[in-house]
């Protein structure tokens, strides 16, 4: 089978992340049960930043935020390793700069994610990710933004969200934790 999934907060923890990053870099201590509660992709409002500024904070932090030390979600790594041993196709759809693309794939590595030779696809928009999806002919794909997962309502693919505050309106198959994917898959 061919599973696709999206990496920032499906695959690892990068808002949380981030988050952190900005309560050390503005010399904050905003409790992380506000960021749990956050019912936005964007995390700059607890900081009482306005768009503009919550986009250059991003912007200041994305080199810490993306290459250092982010932790994947419990059992992502292990769960899709275990994919590729019992011979599936796992391919990797981000929406990540296209500059950042080579660079996401070592860190990836490194982090343990198994990275097979073309199947790591980066530098589209959110609701681009549809047509790489479609030309893959994936059985099954994951991600966590709803603008994403809303393109792909009639494509033959199984779409599952991976749970967060933020998705709760979308009704459609929820991934709370990684150690579920067996569970799916034994449907």
Excluded at 2 to 8: E, L
Excluded at 117 to 140: A, P, T, V
Excluded at 144 to 159: H, I, N
Aim: hydrophobic share 35%; glycine share 4%; aromatic share 12%.
């Amino acid at each position: 089978m061919k599973f696709g999934f999206d990496i920032d907060d499906t695959l690892i923890n990068l808002r949380e992340y981030a988050f952190g990053l900005y309560n050390k870099k503005m010399q904050t201590n905003i409790d992380l049960e506000i960021f749990k509660a956050l019912k936005t992709v964007e995390i700059h409002r607890p900081f009482g930043l306005q768009d503009v500024e919550g986009k250059e904070l991003w912007n200041s932090l994305r080199e810490e935020i993306y290459f250092t030390d982010c932790p994947p979600f419990p059992m992502a790594v292990e769960t899709l390793n275990e994919l590729v041993e019992n011979g599936h196709d796992v391919y990797y759809i981000t929406a990540r700069n296209k500059e950042f693309g080579e660079r996401t794939k070592e860190w990836m590595q490194r982090k343990g994610f198994p990275m097979q030779e073309g199947h790591f696809y980066c530098g589209m928009e959110d609701h681009e990710k549809i047509h790489i999806i479609k030309k893959l002919e994936l059985d099954f794909y994951f991600d966590d933004k709803p603008q994403v997962v809303e393109t792909l309502a009639d494509a033959a693919v199984q779409v599952y969200v991976k749970d967060h505050p933020y998705n709760q309106e979308l009704k459609m198959n929820r991934l709370k934790d990684w150690s579920e994917l067996t569970a799916i898959l034994q449907k």
